[in-house]
Structure formats: C-alpha cells, structure tokens
C-alpha cells in the first residue's frame, strides 16, 4: 500500500516538476496519439524499445525506474486514491517500465556516437543500505542508491574515466538496445547543425509556412541536427499567448498558453507536435521552472523502422531531465516521453544506519567508561573546512557529542565535545580551525585547536590556562614552550558558533 502511495506522490511530483513542456494540446488529438504509443508499445514487447541509462553509482550505469515494481492493484488504487482517476496513467507508465525490466538482459549494446559497444547487464537495486526502497524518479548523486538496473562494459577499456568527484561526463541520457531493435531497423548518422557554436534558424520559408498556419510571429527558431543527410529536425518559438489553445476542462480555461513546435523537416514537408508553455504578460514565456525561453530536445540516437522514423530524444533542462522517444507515423510527429526525473540538487552524501554504528563504536572507544552513559541521538554534516566531509553526532541535549571526518569510506573520531567542552570554529589564511574550550576545574581553562589546510590537519594544539596565565602548552602532542604556544594562539582567529542542521538519527528531521 505504501508503495503505491510513494509511487503517486513522485508521479505527480515529476509531472509537475520536470516539464511544462511537452505538454501536447489537450485535445482529441491526445487520444489519438496515446492510441498509436499503444500500438508502438505492444508491438515492440517482443523487440523492445531503445532505453536509457541515466547516471552512475561509481561502479556501474544506471537504468532508472520510475514506478513501483508490483503491478498497480485497481481496487487497492481507488482505496487509497478514492478515484480511479489516473489509475490508467498510472498503470501503462508501469506497464512501459516493466517491458524493460524483463528484457534488461536483452539490452547488450550502448550507443556512442556513431559506434556500438557492448554492455552487460549487472543486477538490479530494490533497496538502500538501510533496507529502504529507493525514491522513485529522482536522479541522485552516486552515493545514494536509486531504484535501477544495473550495467557495465564487457571490455573494461571502453569504460570512461572519471574525474576525482567520481563524476563520469556524457553518462545521462545514453541510449542502450537488444540485438533484435538493432537487427530489424536501419541505424540513420546525426550531425549537429550547429557552426561555430551557433544553430541556424530554420528556413525563411518555413518560418512563415509556420506563421501562416498559427497565426503567430515567430521569437526564435533553430535547426539543430540534420538525420541521415534528408531530414533536419528544429525548432520554433512563437511570440505572445497562444489563444487557440485547446482546453479540456474547466480548470484550463484561464490558463494563458505560450507555443514552441519540435519539427522534422524532409524536403518541404514539414512535421511537428505542439509544446504548450505558459504565458505571462510581464514575464513573457516559459516551459521549464528556472529557464527562460523554450529548451529543444536533443536526438540522441535515429533510427529507420519498418514503419517510419523512430528518434531518442533527451531533454534537460534546470532540475530535470526526461527521455523518450519521436515517431513518423502516417504523417504525424509523435512525442512519447518515457519518464520526466527531478534532478536532485545539493543532496547530503548519506549516512547509514551502518555508518551511525561505526561512529558510535568509535566514540565508546575512546572513553568507554564515560561514553557509555552518553547515547548519541542525532547527526548533521558541518563544514568545518570544504576539503573533508565532517559529520558531526550529538546527544538530545546537545551536551556530549564527536566530531568524526570520513575519507576513503573510512571514519576517523577527530574529538570529542561535554558539558564542559564546547566547540567552535573559524578560518584564516586558507586554514580552518575546530576549537574545543571549556573549564578544566577552578581556575584552569583549556583549549583544544585542529588547524586543517587542504584537508589535512596541520597540527593539534593543546593550551592550559590559570587564571588567564598560559601554564601548560603541547603540539602534537609534545611539550612546547609558553612562547611557542602564545604564537601559535595569535594565529588562531575567535572561534564562531558551528551552523548544523541535524537529523535524529531515527530518520526524523
């Protein structure tokens, strides 16, 4: 039950996220091509559709999904739902994915360019190091598991390099396919239209062809790629509201539309499907939250069928990214949007219930006597420099707490905090400091500082204070002058309060 409610809330999430474009003219016509994906769809179950791989975990490629693995329950839908509104959107959008998870093996071949190298496929991941399902339709940084098939090269040479971030360039939107889809359709050569990093708009005649039909002037257009040397595929913008718009029902009817079109032209014909953005009269027109203007779909991969022109097409735009497919059928330009992903920004690396335990062991360890009393209930990741990944736990009273720093997959206790020993933090110089100070009893007073440049810690000082009077003084442990430590102090700006945003342990925020 929980599975199919997590499944409508991304659904609706990503529809609303992802795109305002591509969204066809809501009328008849959209039965008419929702009919003819259909038909595409059943009669490739045997020779499955081309398919994208999305991202990395570090080791292998991705082929995101997008629904829940158990097939949606109409009576359970409606119990949760209480409608059955969107019960069929929602199980063809299941229906298209699971085609691909049962022929994932299928998909040996990667298409690069104009080569073809050969994948295999690895595994699947249905739950995160925590036992959780992975979110769904949500594009992640590498270590947070999604909700995926697996893939990695046959021949370890062909596999790109990544960079030290663990980033791997050109690996969203890769288009992967079975022997047979090769087999039983003529593969058509791309070339970007683009010279000098500038796209040519579309032939004058077109452009007022386009007018002529729509009633509108044109703000933009491009020829972006031409496919097999005959047709070029482009794409326009039109000026002001699209007063024709359809509109379906009566939520739509104040709605102010803008019009882009996606184009295939071969000779002078012209094929197009409409992209319906919004209009603002003072803030002119958008398709895409965060992006001014229209965002074209790149073809990434063409393809002559036995029934016409299939292209794989991306689209990325500000926090999206959406793949799929463009058909030539009987004269119609038809857009079928496998799935819209919300590119998630600025994420946490994450922090498992096996990584909490790994720092607690370390913690009781180094005072298993007084640390065991303490029960650590919260962590946050803090910057105290940008050059290590800090994680900071704490008990509920934000009394006792460590500071550990992670390398390697490996953490390491930097120090502790108490009632008595609070910490701060500050930088100069290109060195950033954690200062742990606080009352050693009476008169004495004491400061614990690390100094880190680069992410490695430069040195650790100790200082002993009474009644103002440095008494006692080591570096790294070993003793050193009065002297040697007022100037080590000297270098060492006022500690500030350290910013963390904490999360319970539990899970709770």
Not at 114 to 126: A, F, G, P
Not at 183 to 201: M, Q, V
Not at 396 to 420: Q, T, W
Not at 448 to 460: D, E, M, R, S, T
Request: hydrophobic share 35%.
């Amino acid at each position: 039950m929980k599975r199919l409610v997590l499944w409508a809330i991304l659904a609706m999430a990503v529809m609303i996220s992802c795109k305002q474009k591509g969204q066809t003219a809501p009328d008849e016509s959209s039965d008419s091509t929702a009919v003819v994906i259909d038909s595409i769809i059943e009669e490739n179950d045997t020779t499955p559709l081309p398919m994208f791989l999305i991202g990395t975990d570090g080791n292998y490629m991705q082929m995101l999904y997008w629904s829940g693995i158990e097939e949606p329950d109409k009576a359970e839908y409606k119990k949760i739902c209480g409608t059955l509104d969107g019960f069929e959107a929602c199980y063809k959008s299941w229906e298209l994915q699971d085609m691909f998870r049962r022929n994932a093996a299928q998909y040996t071949n990667l298409l690069d360019g104009d080569e073809t190298i050969k994948i295999r496929y690895i595994d699947e991941v249905l739950k995160d190091p925590d036992g959780n399902t992975p979110s769904l339709g949500e594009i992640h940084r590498k270590e947070i598991p999604s909700l995926c098939a697996r893939f990695d090269y046959v021949d370890a040479k062909d596999k790109p390099k990544a960079d030290e971030d663990g980033f791997v360039v050109d690996t969203w939107g890769r288009v992967i396919v079975t022997d047979n889809y090769l087999k039983s359709r003529k593969r058509l050569a791309l070339k970007d239209a683009a010279a000098d990093g500038t796209y040519p708009s579309l032939p004058t005649d077109i452009i007022r062809q386009l007018e002529k039909e729509y009633g509108m002037k044109a703000n933009a257009s491009s020829m972006l790629e031409t496919i097999d040397g005959r047709y070029v595929h482009g794409t326009i913008e039109f000026k002001g509201e699209y007063k024709n718009a359809p509109r379906k029902n009566e939520y739509d009817k104040d709605r102010k539309y803008a019009l882009a079109l996606e184009v295939i032209i071969d000779g002078g014909k012209v094929y197009k499907y409409e992209q319906l953005g919004y209009y603002d009269p003072t803030y002119s027109s958008t398709w895409n939250a965060d992006a001014d203007g229209y965002i074209s779909n790149a073809i990434v991969a063409a393809f002559e069928g036995p029934k016409g022109l299939e292209l794989c097409y991306t689209h990325g735009a500000p926090e999206s990214f959406c793949v799929g497919m463009i058909y030539l059928r009987d004269g119609k330009l038809i857009e079928h949007e496998y799935e819209g992903f919300h590119v998630m920004v600025d994420e946490q690396i994450p922090i498992w219930k096996k990584d909490i335990e790994e720092m607690k062991k370390l913690y009781l360890e180094n005072d298993p006597h007084a640390h065991k009393y303490n029960e650590l209930a919260k962590w946050a990741h803090c910057f105290i420099d940008y050059d290590n990944e800090w994680i900071w736990l704490r008990d509920k009273d934000d009394k006792n707490g460590a500071f550990f720093i992670r390398k390697d997959g490996k953490f390491r206790l930097v120090d502790v905090e108490n009632a008595h020993q609070s910490p701060t933090a500050c930088q100069k110089d290109g060195i950033c400091y954690l200062i742990f100070s606080g009352s050693a009893g009476g008169p004495a007073y004491q400061h614990i500082i690390y100094a880190f440049q680069n992410g490695k810690q430069l040195w650790k000082l100790f200082t002993l204070e009474i009644y103002g009077e440095l008494d006692e003084c080591t570096l790294n442990g070993k003793n050193i002058s009065k002297e040697q430590g007022k100037a080590y102090l000297e270098k060492v700006p006022e500690g500030k309060e350290i910013n963390a945003w904490f999360c319970d342990i539990d899970g709770k925020q």
